[in-house]
């Protein structure tokens, strides 16, 4: 099912996904964010999705081997288990697979399907957007190979069509019908839509029964 974000309300967007993610009991985010990049709850986005519940996150090291920033992620996230898993890009295919192993729903924003691919142009030696210096080895990249992005767990995915760095038609093609799909177009690769995914994820995951299940008004 793919949604187009710009053409339906959040409340409707939401009713329509619900069918599709049932027996969730969250109360806070857990934010993974994108390669050579790095977790600040001043981040537009971080901020953004505040507005619906707590976020919490850490900082990785994508150029660890996956399973072991996996379990950076893992392990941060152990003192609570009643998280939405969110996440942009890299952080994005880390939300999918942590969401699916541990039972916990996820929104994948832009995410890299593909990581072995997508993360080709950056191996070697290469600097993070905050100034420090990392090696990446192709043996990691490789190591994804084995390692498809997760489409068997509770989640969704949020795409801008004019990301030009991750293909969003490529991404379309990966999850299908598997998986409900929200579109907003033009933006970019950093999602420009934050707003309004947010206003979807606080009606979907965190709106008091109340509201939910009150008048229309």
Same mark, same amino acid.
């Given at each position: ?10 409340? %409707?967007?939401a %009713? ?11 109360? &806070?985010?857990?934010?993974?964010? $994108? ?6 709850? #001043? ?8 507005? @619906? ?17 996996? %379990? ?5 996230m152990?003192?609570?288990? #009643? ?13 999918a697979w942590l ?5 916990? +729903? ?5 995410? @890299?399907v593909?990581?072995? &691919? ?10 993070t ?8 080895r ?9 390692? +498809? ?30 998986l +409900?799909?929200?579109?907003?177009? $033009?933006?970019? &690769? ?7 995914? @947010? ?9 008091? +029964?109340?509201?939910?299940h009150?008048?229309?008004?």
């Amino acid at each position: 099912m793919v949604i187009d974000g710009a053409k339906t309300g959040h409340h %409707d967007i939401a %009713d329509r996904i619900r069918p599709f993610i049932q027996g969730t009991n969250v109360d &806070h985010i857990y934010y993974c964010h $994108g390669f050579a990049s790095h977790f600040d709850a #001043n981040k537009d986005k971080v901020r953004a999705l505040s507005a @619906a519940a707590i976020v919490d996150g850490n900082t990785v090291d994508y150029t660890r081997p996956p399973h072991k920033v996996f %379990d950076s992620f893992q392990k941060a996230m152990s003192a609570r288990r #009643n998280y939405l898993v969110v996440g942009t890009s890299m952080g994005g295919f880390f939300a999918a697979w942590l969401g699916t192993e541990l039972g916990l +729903p996820y929104v994948a924003i832009n995410p @890299a399907v593909t990581p072995s &691919h997508s993360l080709q142009k950056y191996i070697g030696e290469g600097g993070t957007h905050y100034g420090t210096r990392f090696t990446l080895r192709e043996e990691t990249v490789e190591a994804y190979n084995a390692l +498809p992005f997760r489409m068997d767990g509770q989640g969704l995915v949020a795409l801008d069509m004019g990301d030009n760095v991750i293909d969003p038609q490529g991404t379309l093609q990966i999850v299908g019908d598997i998986l +409900p799909i929200v579109t907003f177009p $033009g933006g970019s &690769h950093r999602f420009d839509h934050m707003h309004k995914l @947010a206003a979807v994820i606080r009606s979907m995951f965190f709106r008091p +029964p109340s509201e939910m299940h009150g008048s229309s008004a």
